[in-house]
């Protein structure tokens, strides 16, 4: 016989990737899953397809006491309802980017603290087994220190995200474009396997997806300390790859998401030797997010990704974006307004 759901998840907003939680979630078997949204047909039609509670309010849905709760709203509205799930002690877990701007992060993280409540921020890659080996890797000494980081992704972003006219990603106010929407990924994963980064200079412009005037392709040059690092992603390009490379001083490791596998070289001449793991569904992904964050809530490991951690990204995005006005390079400051 089957042990009952441990936990009351909470998705607020159940918008694509809102829905895809509320699916992940349900997929872990560990928790009763429950929704938030304003859009009646919206929350109507999620909470038919997948025969969970819906609520249009969240002071109506912290009535039922969730153990946690998932924010996936728009991202300017991020810590405002982070805030109050954390006031009510549910347990955190934040869509990225965590916010379009500092203000508020120093105060969530302070009341987080007080609540004694686990709070992560979801960038996805952090949960990857193919990348997280890597990590391990190169953490163990194994290749030496990094030198250098190299990044090259690129994808048909009408293809994976149909609705992106109509949805926040039209906005940099409410974290659209490439830069806060799919480059605050890689630079997220850049972080987590080199340190975080100090200074970067960055340029970027829309220049072929139809329908919105955000960027949608971002060359971005960094130091995270004496690493050196390049980033270069587009969203309209017909390959959908995700490449990073880590030149250490003895060897060097390359992931390669959409192969499933990554690699390393450490005599020059050498061919590559391959480390393959299964392919991955994109689900399989986030349902180990929801996993893990779950571990996290029952205090058997840390959250994957840090409040602290995606604040250092959201520095990173606003110092990006900031260069992209100024056409020069930007020092990342340590704390957050």
């Not at 609520?55 to 309802?81: G, M």
């Not at 965590?98 to 921020?121: D, F, H, N, Y």
């Not at 309209?236 to 390669?256: D, K, L, M, S």
């Not at 996290?296 to 110092?319: F, I, W």
Request: contains cysteine; proline residues 5%.
């Amino acid at each position: 016989m089957s042990e009952s759901p441990s936990h009351h998840v909470l998705v607020v907003g159940v918008g694509s990737i809102g829905e895809r939680h509320l699916r992940c979630f349900q997929g872990t078997g560990r928790s009763e899953v429950t929704l938030v949204e304003i859009n009646p047909a919206l929350r109507q039609a999620v909470a038919e397809r997948y025969n969970v509670r819906g609520y249009a309010s969240l002071e109506e849905a912290l009535a039922t006491k969730p153990t946690a709760a998932v924010v996936a709203v728009p991202a300017h509205l991020h810590l405002k309802i982070a805030s109050q799930l954390a006031q009510a002690g549910v347990h955190l877990l934040i869509e990225k980017p965590l916010s379009t701007s500092t203000q508020g992060v120093k105060e969530l993280s302070e009341l987080v603290a007080r609540q004694q409540i686990v709070c992560g921020v979801a960038y996805v890659y952090r949960s990857h087994p193919v990348l997280g080996a890597m990590r391990e890797a190169i953490a163990s000494g194994r290749f030496g220190q990094p030198v250098e980081l190299v990044a090259v992704c690129g994808q048909h972003f009408p293809t994976y995200r149909p609705a992106y006219r109509e949805i926040y990603y039209k906005d940099r106010a409410t974290g659209g474009g490439a830069i806060q929407d799919a480059l605050t990924h890689i630079l997220n994963a850049g972080e987590w396997l080199v340190g975080p980064m100090s200074q970067l200079v960055a340029d970027a412009e829309h220049q072929l997806l139809p329908g919105v005037e955000v960027e949608d392709t971002v060359h971005l040059l960094a130091r995270h300390g004496r690493v050196l690092a390049s980033y270069a992603l587009n969203q309209h390009q017909a390959p959908n790859e995700t490449i990073v490379t880590v030149v250490c001083e003895r060897g060097t490791v390359r992931f390669e998401g959409h192969e499933s596998r990554w690699r390393w070289q450490t005599t020059p001449g050498d061919s590559w030797h391959d480390e393959t793991f299964p392919p991955l569904e994109r689900d399989t992904l986030f349902i180990e997010q929801a996993k893990l964050f779950l571990d996290a809530v029952e205090r058997k490991r840390p959250v994957t990704c840090s409040l602290d951690a995606g604040a250092a990204t959201l520095r990173a995005n606003l110092a990006a974006l900031a260069s992209c006005e100024s056409r020069a390079w930007q020092n990342l400051k340590d704390e957050c307004a």
